[in-house]
């Protein structure tokens, strides 16, 4: 047990969770980046990923003690290195991109591709809250360039309603930019 002193209250606590987590860490610390090294095939990325996934644990307000703590480990370090390879997936789109329309000659720094794909995230995101209908009829507009006539075809609607589904996600965007435009 571990007296702390909350910084915002300024008042003395009890903290049990630390204790609880060097001991996890302890037992099953070297584990986990064994097991993450077999599937992230870097020893140095699996040792990120695993410090990450006891980060993760540590942010939750109560550490929950699981009678299987390596199957929880593994399905916080799991969904990790999901993450670590859309990220690196989109990376790669990024840089495809950038060099398909810049050519070769300029790469941007490591700075541009992490600003690009929290940019690429945040889209996916926000085109993510949208119904399947509306979201498809903008990307079939705006990546495909298809007419709306061509998308209320493929989505089997009329065309007005495909640009209503397009207006509903501009607006969308425009909110989650600007504000609501009231």
């Known amino acids: 047990m571990r007296l702390i002193i909350d910084i915002a209250t300024g008042v003395m606590v009890t903290s049990l969770a630390q204790p609880s987590l060097d001991s996890l860490y302890r037992a099953h610390g070297r584990w986990l980046i064994d097991w993450l090294a077999v599937r ?4 140095a990325n699996a040792s990120d990923l695993a410090q990450e996934t006891f980060c993760r644990i540590a942010e939750q307000s109560a550490l929950r003690l699981h009678s299987h703590p390596r199957r929880y480990l ?3 370090a799991r969904r990790l290195l999901i993450d670590d390879v859309r990220r690196k997936a989109s990376e790669r789109a990024f840089l495809d991109a950038y060099t398909l329309l810049m050519g070769s000659a300029e790469q941007p720094g490591p700075d541009r591709v ?9 889209v996916g995101e926000l085109l993510g809250q949208l119904p399947v209908r509306v979201r498809s009829a903008f990307l079939m507009s705006r990546l495909d360039g298809l007419t709306y006539a061509q998308i209320a075809a493929e989505l089997g ?7 209503q589904y397009i207006a509903r996600a501009f607006l969308h965007c425009y909110v989650a930019a600007y504000g609501d435009p009231d």
């Open 40 to 43: 992230a095939r870097c020893h």
């Open 74 to 76: 593994a399905t916080v």
């Open 114 to 122: 992490t600003e690009a794909v929290q940019e690429l995230c945040a």
């Open 157 to 163: 609607v009329s065309a007005s309603m495909v640009k």
